[in-house]
């Protein structure tokens, strides 16, 4: 029984990433080949090694982590927006767990890319998963969240337009705490841990709380 509401569930989530079309690749495109060719042209122009890993670094947190909203809420958009809603939920009361499946294969597409930089320019970013687990795991679970409670998927792509904007910017005086993404490595275990240990919890909260929300509208 659990298998079969598993499959189920993969078969949800496949079909919401096919009805994408050419949009699927939009992702995949920014992450396993603009992300790699803007750090081949950093090499290209004579930077030092640090100043290459550390450029790649913020590359990876400017593209990365935006595009985790992607996926999730384009392909249930017709779910979101109230089109298929009333047919999924006949048989299904809830579509958190195929949210979440798309969220953790967009995430494996992200730890392909950081083997590649490993591999190729020893480039080792896989200390900092954590940071970026927790940064994609926000836009992704805030974004849904203002989805579910607006029904509508315009205004969580705009909003995260404009904070992807917005935080390179955000180290002026007094405007530093909206900053969630981290221009530089933490260099101990409270920076990379205690923070976003927090991020990550209340992300988690605001989900659950949205979705159930959205249920009982």
Known sequence: MRFEKYL???????MALKSLGKLFFVPQIFMLILAPIATYLELLSGS?????????YIILQVLCPFFSLWWPLLGFREH???GGR???????KSILRELIEVFIFYFLHFILLLLFYLLCWDFNYFPYLFIFLTQ???FFSLSLSLAFLLKSISVPFIVGIIYEIFFMG?????????NMLSSYPPEDAAGLFLPYVFILSACIIILTLAHLRFRRL
């Open 48 to 56: 030092s090694y640090p100043l290459c890993y550390l450029a790649s």
């Open 80 to 82: 979101i927006e109230g």
């Open 136 to 138: 994609s795991f926000a």
């Open 86 to 92: 009333e047919t999924l939920l006949a048989y299904k």
């Open 8 to 14: 189920n569930s993969l078969i949800i989530s496949k």
């Open 170 to 178: 955000a180290k002026a005086p007094g405007l530093d705490f909206i």
